[in-house]
């Protein structure tokens, strides 16, 4: 395809996605891997990831990384398409839900990936979990859709982040969010045995996280 040609359709698909294509979305309009190699070699195109392109001159934006991660994990379809999906799509979550939200001093040098299905990658910088999500887990952040603040905390608690992590992460959410601690301690329910407390009393393992992060429940 002529280069002209080419870069009129990656800006058609790229419009809604941050700058950016994938090589399936490129394909799917009839612009090769060979075109793709060609338009980055001359400059119009930059290498994100495997498989995902930035128009050049597009503006940046913030988590350029995650972005790319995320429309990589289903390339073939626009990420418009792909919102609609909700819980049970590909959400952010982990620590790079809780870098998204800006809670807590936490950053990955992965992007964290929750499915409804067992998925694996070859690639270092992308680690995927397996979960049944509901509705209130997941909540849209800057275009992508990622775990609510109380389904991050609880994900941290179950990666066995420091319980001082954890609270500070809980403290910055509380100022940032009206958070719900009845969701939150539904979360946090499988996880109290691990942490010393009665098998699912998840709110003796909210209390100990909102003590560690000087707060006070009822305030």
Known sequence: MKTRAAMRELAEISASQWGMVTSAQADARG??????????????????????????????????????????????????????????????????????????????????LTTLVRRQTQRPDVHYRQRDLSEKDVTIRDGLPVTTPERTISDLVEDRTDLSIVANALRDASRKYELDLGQLETSLAPLAARNGHRKGDGAALLNQLLAIAGMDREA
């Open 31 to 112: 612009v090769t891997r060979l075109d793709l190699s060609r338009l980055a070699d001359a400059g119009d195109l930059e290498r994100i990831s495997q498989g995902v392109y930035k128009i050049a001159g597009a503006p940046a934006g913030s988590y350029l990384d995650v972005r790319a991660a995320w429309l990589s994990s289903d390339p073939k379809r626009l990420a418009g398409e792909r919102l609609s999906d909700g819980h049970r799509g590909v959400v952010v979550s982990g620590q790079t839900a809780a870098w998204l939200h800006d809670i807590g001093d936490l950053r990955s040098n992965r992007t964290e």
